[in-house]
């Protein structure tokens, strides 16, 4: 590695006079020199903080507060679900909101004046997505007090008579 | 990656690398770059991007991983001066720096750098990892991620086009 920097080194003898050798086409060049002495002082050099990680770092905030909103839109989306009782003259909606159900469902159910529904129990009931707004569960009536039974079904098909 | 049992790649390995290696690298990534000063800066970040993933390296098959190193950097340095100049429309230099010799050296230089220039990415990778890194064409194979039989191909097809484009020469070394 003596000669300059990108010098090319002699090429070799052509096959026949004004015909290229491949080392015309690719002849070797010299590097710069000092290049180990320089690639030490870049090893020993502190580690920078590379932009990636702050990039990255904004796109991870923007990420989970995207994911925060969506939820809380999706929440305030959530379907109700709606509750009917053989025994009672109406359908008490009890979705998040507590909104009364607009359907054709019946009037909303008052609680106050039903103290036999306003003591049932109340158990999660989990509703797939697609399903959601569409469903209606109900209360049947065992002959056991002690059981509690409902029946999870779609609006659409079902009888709404009680 | 590194094996159980395998050479750790510490500093004296790395340096040891670094000067089998400085040569061949830099001829190879300053075709990409047709630039001293940012090929030699390629060479060593390579080296820099290796030391950083050591514990991920194994010393026997690291040359085929460096030069992947290197000609990954090549290539996206290369895209983001050609960029930069389309933006800028800055003028790139016709010859090769520090050229020199007759005007028919020059001008033989100036077409050389034009045909490789005009070689599909795939082929250039190929012909100037054969010709300058004295790996195998398992290595350069492994280097590229591709069957040492499609390197062969590849080599002569890239041959193939400097021809056209330069008239015939001699495929030989030495």
């Excluded at chain 1, 300059?4 to 010299?30: A, F, H, I, M, Q």
């Excluded at chain 2, 062969?152 to 030989?172: C, E, I, T, V, W």
Aim: glycine letters at 6%.
């Amino acid at each position: 590695m003596t000669s300059e920097p990108n010098k090319p080194n002699k090429p070799n003898k052509p096959g026949t006079p004004g015909t290229l050798s491949k080392r015309d086409v690719l002849p070797w060049l010299e590097p710069p020199p000092g290049g180990l002495a320089a690639l030490r002082a870049r090893l020993d050099r502190p580690r920078k903080r590379p932009l990636v990680w702050a990039l990255a770092a904004a796109g991870a905030t923007a990420s989970v507060a995207g994911v925060t909103i969506a939820l809380a839109l999706w929440a305030a989306e959530l379907p109700r679900i709606v509750v009917t009782h053989p025994d009672s003259a109406g359908t008490h909606s009890v979705a998040a909101n507590l909104k009364p159900d607009p359907g054709p469902t019946g009037p909303t159910l008052d609680l106050e004046r039903h103290p036999a529904l306003a003591a049932l129990p109340s158990e999660p009931v989990t509703v797939p997505r697609h399903a959601r707004g569409q469903m209606a569960v109900t209360r049947a009536a065992p002959d056991t007090p002690e059981v509690l039974f409902y029946w999870v079904s779609p609006h659409t098909g079902r009888p709404r008579s009680h | 990656m590194q094996t159980a049992g395998s050479a750790v790649l510490d500093k004296a390995r790395l340096e040891r690398l670094y000067v089998d290696l400085e040569r061949p690298m830099y001829n190879v990534v300053y075709r990409w770059l047709w630039d001293s000063a940012e090929a030699h800066d390629v060479v060593q970040e390579t080296f820099v991007k290796l030391w950083q993933m050591r514990s991920q390296v194994a010393v026997e098959t690291v040359r085929p991983l460096a030069y992947r190193i290197a000609v990954n950097l090549a290539s996206n340095r290369r895209r983001w001066f050609r960029l930069r100049r389309w933006v800028s429309l800055e003028q790139q230099p016709d010859e090769p720096a520090g050229a020199n010799g007759t005007p028919e050296d020059h001008l033989q230089q100036a077409a050389v750098r034009r045909a490789i220039d005009h070689l599909p990415e795939r082929y250039r990778r190929v012909i100037l990892l054969c010709d300058f890194s004295g790996m195998t064409y398992a290595q350069v194979g492994e280097a590229l991620r591709i069957p040492a039989g499609t390197v062969g191909s590849r080599r002569s097809h890239a041959l193939g086009l400097l021809r056209q484009a330069l008239g015939d020469f001699d495929d030989h070394d030495e």
